[in-house]
């Protein structure tokens, strides 16, 4: 239980910053046109730590003139609140903003237990709340069996390319030999050094990384589902990070860390669910094939070679494809496709993305760095016409660092996309 006097203090603190903010400044998200400002419906943005989900309510907000009140529960004062507490929460907020205050802005609400009725009594009132959290279970979980159709849940990624790019204004339609060069020295940065706004210009981008990961590991996984050997936690999430873009083959992990299968199962559902990892399934009409044959990519490229000892291969064709499902990933979030890979053999030359609009393949997209030996090309693109045979997709793209050009190979055209054009869509 946390006294009155404390949570009052808190609060006007968080007031008094929330006043210096100038939103003007910020990035514009693509996310921003998802939020439904005269909704009942509480607007519920998730994602991984540090991703920019408080500044994206505060933007939109402030953009629109909206007087709100901001809570942020992330704040070690407000780690022993309770259930109980939450209408003290609410009187202080009357108390510093007005009993008519209309929106409220809670962030990292899922460090509350029962965050979600309080919200349910607030939606109630006809209060238009803003909720942020950083796990998807925590927040998605309770908001399906509490709030069921009063909530819409916005999915926030790091910066994507493009708000990379202008964060650090860079030109993204010019085509003079200078800007050119200033978008491909741009996305080298971007796949080695990733999108997580606060680590843009910064120095100490190691010490950010393992701050970054430990909170994750300890505040949003260790503490919630009270993991108690935390090391194997952190083992299994550093080997993740240093093996992207690979299949996860359970048993040989339940082998190297001398833990069950069971538990790497439920460790490594925990990072997904923190957002740390993105799991992608194999395209099979078998539920079996799906679960025991998904792949695991990193939630931002920031974080591969950022990071104390880190021994991950630098290569740079792997990086790209792990962009490329992040960037699917946003794209087909709020479009309600999902997104697969297809490999229907296991001497087969896998196909690394099929997006999907439920059942039906409606494109196939390789990703491959360097296409330039014959060898390459042609193992990339037969790949392709094959799966589009199998899958009956005729929708078919190579994203590569190459110039974008049309191919037709038997029968098939080929949509050869530069990783910056469609990065940049």
Request: proline share 1%; net charge neutral.
């Amino acid at each position: 239980m946390v006294s009155e006097n404390v949570i009052l203090q808190v609060l006007a603190e968080q007031k008094d910053e929330l006043e210096s903010y100038k939103s003007k400044n910020w990035v514009a998200r693509r996310e921003e046109m998802l939020f439904e400002f005269d909704s009942n419906q509480a607007q519920v943005v998730i994602g991984v730590r540090r991703s920019g989900k408080s500044t994206i309510c505060h933007k939109v907000l402030r953009d629109r003139g909206i007087h709100y009140a901001y809570v942020n529960f992330d704040d070690d004062r407000l780690a022993d609140l309770q259930t109980s507490d939450l209408n003290t929460v609410l009187s202080c907020v009357y108390q510093l903003y007005g009993s008519d205050i209309p929106y409220l802005f809670l962030d990292e609400a899922q460090n509350i237990d029962g965050w979600y009725l309080f919200v349910n009594r607030l939606l109630r009132t006809q209060m238009r709340v803003f909720v942020t959290g950083s796990n998807a279970k925590l927040l998605s979980g309770e908001l399906a069996t509490h709030l069921t159709g009063r909530y819409n849940e916005i999915r926030l990624f790091t910066f994507s390319f493009a708000e990379f790019c202008a964060f650090h204004k860079i030109e993204t339609k010019g085509l003079t030999t200078k800007a050119v060069a200033e978008r491909k020295s741009a996305f080298f940065e971007y796949i080695n050094d990733g999108g997580f706004p606060e680590m843009q210009n910064m120095r100490n981008k190691r010490g950010y990384v393992d701050s970054l990961i430990e909170a994750i590991l300890q505040k949003d996984i260790a503490r919630r589902f009270k993991i108690r050997h935390t090391e194997s936690l952190r083992l299994i999430a550093h080997h993740l990070i240093n093996n992207a873009c690979q299949e996860v083959n359970y048993d040989d992990l339940s082998e190297l860390f001398n833990i069950t299968d069971k538990t790497i199962r439920k460790y490594v559902l925990y990072l997904e669910q923190a957002f740390l990892v993105q799991l992608i399934s194999k395209h099979s009409f078998k539920s079996r094939e799906r679960i025991r044959n998904a792949k695991s990519y990193i939630i931002d490229p920031g974080l591969i070679n950022n990071r104390e000892h880190s021994l991950a291969a630098d290569n740079v064709g792997w990086r790209l494809e792990n962009v490329v499902y992040v960037e699917l990933l946003r794209r087909c979030a709020n479009k309600f496709l999902d997104v697969y890979y297809y490999k229907p053999g296991a001497k087969s030359k896998e196909v690394d993305f099929v997006v999907c609009d439920r059942h039906r393949p409606v494109q196939l997209i390789q990703v491959s760095y360097v296409i330039d030996a014959p060898e390459t090309y042609n193992r990339e693109v037969n790949a392709l016409v094959s799966a589009s045979s199998a899958l009956r997709c005729d929708n078919l793209m190579l994203i590569s660092f190459a110039e974008s050009r049309d191919v037709e190979i038997k029968g098939k055209t080929i949509h050869i996309k530069s990783a910056l054009d469609w990065l940049l869509e």
